[in-house]
């Protein structure tokens, strides 16, 4: 596929269109690769990852249902904390995604935030040139999971990105609004 055809057909695959099958490590080595070739500001490199594959997942799954708790109380729900875990289990890889803030604060947080984005486009990108699915998902309650990831104050967790195998001719494309109507040129 060239780059149109990848970025055309990059699309956001959720567990529950996963298939068994695995992922192979150097698969996730090539993907950690291609993030760490994003843009980034001054060369701050924020993205930092944790991947979980195997019996670690049912760890991660755990601290997440118990972060959920903590987050709602009392909204918490049993459905929702059984889609965390199932999501969990049908992934056959979660990559947690972090960004640590330049201590010298060069460039705005934003911007960090952005680099980090740019890291997960990279890993978007490069799952669909692969036909790996992947979802990256940013639930509120992991800002609860700071002690379970040994995070630093100036680190912090912008989601999860689930991968698997999945059958890409049951994947549809979504109607997108066309570009001439978000487009003002200006000569």
Known sequence: MNINEIIKTRRAIYPSQYEKGEIKKSFLKTLLKNANSAPTHRMTQPWFFKVYKGLSKDKLAKEMVKSYDQLNNENSTEIKKKKIIEKCKK?????????????KKSVPEWEEIAA??????????TCAAYNIGCYWSTPKYSI????????????????????????????KSKKRIPIEKKTEWNN
């Open 91 to 103: 992934s056959n890889c979660i990559i947690c995604v972090f960004m640590k803030r330049d201590s």
């Open 116 to 125: 980090t984005a740019m890291a997960m486009q990279n890993m978007w990108l």
């Open 144 to 171: 609860k999971m700071n002690d379970f990831f040994k995070l630093k104050n100036d680190e912090r967790c912008l989601g999860f990105f689930y991968l698997g195998i999945y059958d890409h001719g049951k994947v």
